[in-house]
């Protein structure tokens, strides 16, 4: 299983960015699938996340600036990030929980890609 993330880059304070990721591969089922993200020297947190039912989940510092969603067929998330600040700027992660055809229950991450917003 893979998951292919794109869509970093630089951008000015205020701007906006879209992360699409698509998970490939031995995939049965996936459950959850969720933006991350990391600082140097911090703990990876979670940005937000979306169930295969539909329900989301966001970090309260980017509810009402970032939307998550989701295309079960096609196997990807993307997040659309408007109105960005400094303290945006992060690696993004994209997270699957899943079930692969070998009916295991498992946790994917992407390579991650950079997000750099300037003041």
């Known amino acids: 299983v893979q998951l292919q993330a794109s869509g970093g880059g630089l951008v000015q304070a205020g701007g906006s960015l879209r992360l699409s990721c698509a998970a490939s591969g031995s995939i049965f089922s996936i459950f959850d699938m969720g933006w991350y993200r990391q600082t140097p020297g911090k703990q990876r947190e979670l940005v937000a996340v979306?169930?295969?039912?539909?329900?989301?989940k966001y970090a309260d510092s980017v509810k009402g600036r970032f939307t998550i969603s989701r295309d079960i067929a096609k196997n990807t998330v993307d997040l659309q990030m408007n109105r960005l600040k400094p303290e945006d700027t992060a690696t993004y992660y994209c997270n699957a929980e899943l079930i692969t055809t070998l009916s295991l229950r498992q946790s994917f991450w992407g390579q991650g890609t950079l997000v750099t917003v300037s003041s």
């Open positions: 979306t169930t295969r039912t539909g329900s989301t």
